[in-house]
């Protein structure tokens, strides 16, 4: 008998359960706090809220110039697709972009998403992707004149288009990408849509092109959790790209994000484990700052954090997110007056080191809805290095 429990001990610790087993709830978040919300004089609005209008779920792009960037979002929550502006100037000024778009464009739902893709002999492109109907796209060559057009929609069943898309092989310009956003299923395992409402279950999935965007793969299923539901993945390169780390939501809302690897170009992935509690939030995006840390802004879900539902940040290094270490600091970004609605930030950081991180909030009390709005700064101001 006492040689039989040495391998269920040694099954269970290895289990892939056993980093959910008896999770701390609530784990006490020990990173310090940099508030500079209440700081007006940091913040543009790239599109104001109104009585009548919701500003939600943005996204953004920056080329490789370190001062344009695009954005794009929805009209109400998850709602139709439209608006989309850019900032010659490294989000100081906007500038609205609706009228260049196809007018199909208006008629996709839900959480678009923006990326420059660039393909073998050198040739860029710009593409915006939607959750609805069935993952359609517009894509446009990455030039000043060229126009945006509608190419075939992928077809591929989604709760929401691409959250993120990184090269294949850093550093190499070959035109190959992964693609990963979620998906919902039933009990089943059958894939539903987004707009069906029962009782579903969450996984994450990868595609891959090797054309720049113009042809996928069929999705794989890289994060399927028992008693969990991962989605809206964020996936980076560790700094020596010699390994690829993928952040998601945690969509209970019970305990910590979750967090995974791949060493092998995304061939093969570790069993997601929890981040620290000072990382767990909705929707990550973040960037490399020119000190080598990492800077992640996302919605606070952190149970029992003084800045949750607000829209947040986190900064240290890629040791800190691997060893689910508390890193330098948080900083609250900016204050959401409706709860936890908002988040779904870009993140970027230009040429001079300032952070752009953008979101779509309701920053007022009032009767004006989510504005999409941008807060700036520069990380040596909230995170100096020691």
């Not at 003084?306 to 900064?315: A, L, N, Q, R, S």
């Amino acid at each position: 008998m006492k040689h039989a429990i040495v391998p269920l001990l040694l099954a269970l610790m290895f289990s892939p359960l056993w980093s959910f087993a008896e999770e701390p709830i609530g784990k006490k978040l020990t990173a310090p706090l940099v508030d500079i919300s209440g700081d007006a004089d940091r913040q543009v609005v790239i599109a104001q809220g109104t009585k009548d209008i919701y500003q939600g779920h943005p996204y953004s792009l920056m080329m490789p110039d370190g001062k344009t960037l695009w954005v794009v979002w929805n009209i109400n929550h998850g709602g139709f697709a439209g608006p989309a502006a850019r900032s010659d100037d490294g989000g100081l000024t906007w500038t609205r972009q609706d009228d260049q778009l196809p007018d199909e464009y208006k008629g996709y739902k839900n959480c678009p998403s923006i990326f420059r893709l660039v393909n073998a002999e050198g040739e860029a492109f710009l593409w915006i992707f939607a959750a609805q109907p069935l993952f359609p796209r517009l894509v446009k060559k990455d030039a000043p004149d060229a126009p945006w057009e509608v190419a075939p929609a992928l077809g591929y069943p989604n709760v929401m288009a691409f959250s993120s898309i990184i090269p294949e092989h850093p550093g190499r310009r070959d035109g190959c990408y992964l693609g990963f956003f979620h998906r919902a299923l039933t009990d089943g395992d059958k894939v539903m849509n987004a707009e069906n409402k029962q009782t579903r279950r969450l996984e994450v999935v990868m595609c891959r092109t090797s054309d720049a965007g113009f042809t996928w793969s069929q999705p794989e299923v890289v994060a399927s959790v028992p008693g969990k539901q991962p989605c809206e993945p964020c996936a980076f390169w560790s700094p020596n790209d010699d390994e690829i780390c993928c952040l998601m939501r945690e969509n209970t809302h019970k305990s910590a994000s979750l967090m995974m690897f791949s060493t092998d170009n995304g061939q093969t992935w570790s069993q997601p484990v929890n981040t620290s509690p000072e990382l767990t939030g909705d929707r990550h995006i973040g960037t490399r700052l020119a000190d080598g840390r990492y800077f992640f802004a996302f919605r606070d879900t952190a149970v029992g954090s003084p800045t949750e539902g607000h829209f947040v940040g986190w900064i240290g290094t890629y040791d800190d997110i691997k060893n689910a270490a508390p890193g330098t600091c948080r900083v609250k970004l900016l204050h959401s007056c409706a709860g936890w609605d908002c988040g779904y930030p870009g993140v970027h950081q230009l040429a001079d080191g300032t952070v752009v991180a953008l979101t779509y909030i309701k920053y007022h009390p009032g009767e004006e809805k989510h504005s999409v709005v941008e807060t700036r700064f520069r990380p040596e101001e909230v995170a100096p290095l020691k």
